[in-house]
């Protein structure tokens, strides 16, 4: 595997492979005890390799950091009504590129554990 240095700090480029990660806002205020704080995040995938790839893209998800800029930790939970398929996976061919958004909230489960909460769609 290799990767490219970029100038843009939200974008990285494995094996001919572009990511480029997309916020609605570069900065999000957390929510009070109570309240939900609506964010969008997503990313950008071009295929620059020779081949086609397909991405799960709802396993990408973003790093978030606490008021000291350190990562929080993260689990994921997946309540799904059926498993995804290969064919509901987009096949991202080569010199094209594909945006993957999903709406999500952050909101308080309890008083200790910070939830972000979304639907990931194709």
């Not at 939900?36 to 071009?46: N, Y």
């Not at 994921?76 to 290969?86: P, Y």
């Given at each position: 595997?290799?990767?490219?240095?970029?100038?843009?700090?939200?974008?990285?480029e494995v094996d001919g492979i572009g990511f480029?990660?997309?916020?609605?806002?570069?900065?999000?205020?957390?929510p009070k005890i109570g309240e939900e704080i609506?964010?969008?995040?997503?990313?950008?995938i071009t295929n620059q390799a020779s081949i086609?790839?397909?991405?799960?893209?709802?396993?990408?998800?973003?790093?978030?950091?606490?008021?000291?800029?350190?990562?929080?930790?993260?689990?994921?939970?997946?309540?799904?009504?059926?498993?995804?398929?290969?064919?509901?996976?987009?096949?991202?061919?080569?010199?094209?590129?594909?945006?993957?958004?999903?709406?999500?909230?952050?909101?308080?489960?309890?008083?200790?554990?910070?939830?972000?909460?979304?639907?990931?769609?194709?």
């Amino acid at each position: 595997m290799s990767s490219c240095e970029s100038n843009n700090p939200n974008a990285i480029e494995v094996d001919g492979i572009g990511f480029e990660t997309m916020m609605s806002e570069e900065m999000v205020r957390l929510p009070k005890i109570g309240e939900e704080i609506p964010v969008q995040f997503g990313v950008r995938i071009t295929n620059q390799a020779s081949i086609p790839y397909r991405f799960d893209l709802p396993l990408i998800l973003p790093e978030i950091l606490d008021p000291h800029g350190k990562a929080m930790h993260i689990s994921l939970n997946k309540n799904a009504t059926r498993e995804v398929e290969k064919s509901d996976i987009p096949l991202i061919i080569p010199r094209e590129s594909f945006d993957f958004f999903m709406d999500a909230k952050f909101n308080w489960y309890g008083e200790n554990y910070l939830r972000l909460l979304g639907n990931a769609i194709y």
